[in-house]
């Protein structure tokens, strides 16, 4: 028996990728999948669902978010005093108990991604020495597919092959790597600053052309390094880059020179708001906006692309895989601070954060984040994110659309925070406002696009039929937050806001091709240095219970 056919019927339909804003449209799915409409009109579905004067989308992608893994796992310890006050996800009959606060338990945060009409989401830095802490995490994170991106802007071999001008043999250890770790796409954070942190007291690197004492090569070679093998090895996603200097006054350079880096190859530079801060030389008072010259480079450069890491006023956890950047934002907050170092692989800083509305910097922050995406001209190349949970909780997507497709309440919320806003930034003369097609990018079309995912943030046929619909209000904030039905993979999962049927969703990741020789050399490292012996480190096939292997090329 082939599987039921369902028909979605008579809902306004937004799908940027096939061409159509805003038409009424039905949609057909067979199997998981959007499938043409049947040629014979007296085919009958086996199911329908009447969607008239509503709104639908494919499902939302989250390309930048901490879900899973190591550091998650220690900053859901490390905040408490959150867990004790924050409203607990109830058990029901299908569902199982979760925690919130900033860093909600794993079940949890399934539910409240798939309660808010998203159905992909990728956590942005794991160790791949703790891959399988992350794939058992995603095992316990239903109702959405999921993947990760592994770091490799510290890896001793990379920097190692780096040093002996042996791109042959980087090319062929990032692919090994990214098949053992069943990662999606290779991070680099901080590149080589890592590294410095390990070896120095409260050590960093300070510009691209720092040398990373021992592996004598700089930031700027390890930049160029990576994107040169993830090219050669024609990864969906090519480079997922957190540039030097995250967070500094006058950073915005260093994220310029990071962009002019990856001359030849393209990127995606991650949470870009953090990175594009003026003034410095020691003074606070001169910190400043400089979104407006990066955004014009981003412009200029189409095979550059940016998400946002947006900051929300209130309280959260700051968790990254940049050790020196951890350690300076506990000294700024006085607050806790926890920092591991991953073998010859990573490290990692969490400290508790708290963003005022009253505070110059937070104030700017927060405005700068919105700036880059009214000042990006081309939504195909900037996404929604918070940088989960660093500028903010994936649960104020909501707010941020709003934020962009009201520019009458943007004013008003402008009038609400530090003048220096308004003096340090250009928010308060830009009136872009965003159209339900641009958000549609924004949230999913486009990450989808950037990720190489063909089958996802579409809705034509092929498509994974993840799909969300939602009620059309004045308010935006209203109309996002909580969708009428979320589909995945043809099954309506949530209805109004709560998980119905709670699936499992899948996980995403590639296996380019590369040469088996490395792994003999790959093997004698591991043997002198690694505290894990070789043939225990890949995760195989048997381990994810739902995997997708998505093509490279
Ligand atoms: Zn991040």
Not at 10 to 37: M, S
Not at 108 to 114: D, L, N, R, V
Not at 194 to 212: C, F, I, P, S, Y
Not at 323 to 352: H, Q, R
Request: charged share 25%; aromatic share 10%.
């Amino acid at each position: 028996m082939p599987d039921p056919l369902f028909k979605i019927y008579g809902g306004t339909v937004y799908d940027p990728r096939n061409g159509i804003d805003g038409q009424v449209r039905d949609l057909w799915i067979r199997g998981g999948k959007i499938v043409e409409a049947p040629d014979d009109p007296d085919v009958r579905p086996d199911k329908t669902l009447d969607t008239a004067g509503l709104v639908v989308m494919p499902g939302g992608i989250d390309m930048h978010c901490h879900i899973a893994g190591p550091k998650v796992n220690v900053a859901r310890k490390m905040r408490p005093e959150e867990k004790r006050v924050a409203k607990n996800v109830v058990r029901t009959a299908k569902t199982h108990s979760g925690t919130m606060g900033s860093v909600p338990s794993t079940f949890a945060t399934g539910y409240k991604y798939a309660g808010m009409g998203y159905t992909t989401a990728f956590d942005a830095a794991i160790p791949p020495l703790a891959a399988r802490h992350a794939h058992e995490e995603f095992d316990d994170t239903p109702c959405i597919d999921k993947g990760f991106y592994i770091l490799v802007g510290n890896n001793h071999y990379i920097m190692r092959a780096l040093k002996e001008n042996e791109p042959g043999k980087l090319k062929a250890f990032l692919g090994w790597l990214l098949t053992a770790a069943k990662g999606y796409a290779p991070k680099m954070v901080n590149p080589g600053g890592v590294e410095v942190w390990k070896q120095q007291k409260a050590g960093n690197v300070h510009d691209l052309d720092t040398r990373v004492e021992h592996f004598d090569v700089t930031p700027r070679q390890i930049i160029r390094g990576v994107a040169q093998a993830a090219h050669e090895l024609q990864l969906p996603h090519r480079v997922h880059i957190h540039a030097n200097n995250l967070g500094l006054p006058g950073n915005w350079t260093t994220t310029l020179e990071t962009m002019k880096a990856l001359e030849g190859f393209g990127g995606h530079l991650t949470h870009v708001q953090f990175h594009s801060y003026g003034g410095g030389e020691g003074d606070e008072n001169s910190f400043n906006s400089k979104v407006a010259p990066l955004a014009e480079y981003v412009n200029a450069n189409k095979n550059l692309t940016v998400d946002v890491g947006q900051v929300l006023f209130g309280e959260t956890t700051s968790m990254t895989g940049d050790s020196p950047l951890g350690y300076y934002l506990s000294n700024v907050y006085k607050t806790k601070w926890f920092s591991a170092d991953t073998e010859m692989e990573a490290g990692c800083g969490i400290a508790p954060i708290e963003y005022k509305n009253k505070s110059r910097i937070h104030a700017l922050q927060w405005a700068i984040g919105l700036e880059w995406y009214l000042l990006v001209e081309d939504p195909w190349r900037v996404v929604m994110s918070t940088d989960h949970p660093n500028g903010g909780s994936f649960l104020a997507y909501p707010h941020i659309i709003r934020l962009l497709m009201d520019r009458t309440w943007r004013r008003d919320l402008i009038a609400t925070v530090h003048p220096h806003v308004r003096e340090r930034s250009s928010l308060a003369d830009l009136d872009r406002e965003y159209s339900l097609n641009e958000i549609c990018i924004i949230t999913r079309a486009g990450p989808a696009k950037i990720l190489g995912l063909t089958n996802k943030g579409h809705l034509g046929p092929g498509a994974d039929a993840d799909i969300t619909i939602y009620t059309p209000h004045e308010n935006k904030e209203t109309m996002f937050e909580l969708p009428r039905y979320v589909i995945k993979a043809g099954q309506v999962i949530v209805e109004q806001g709560e998980v119905r049927e709670p699936v499992d969703g899948k996980t995403l990741h590639v296996a380019p091709e590369y040469d088996r020789e490395i792994e003999n050399d790959v093997a004698r490292w591991f043997e002198n240095y690694y505290s894990i012996r070789f043939r225990n480190y890949p995760v195989g096939d048997d381990y994810l219970r739902a995997a997708e292997r998505v093509p490279c090329g």
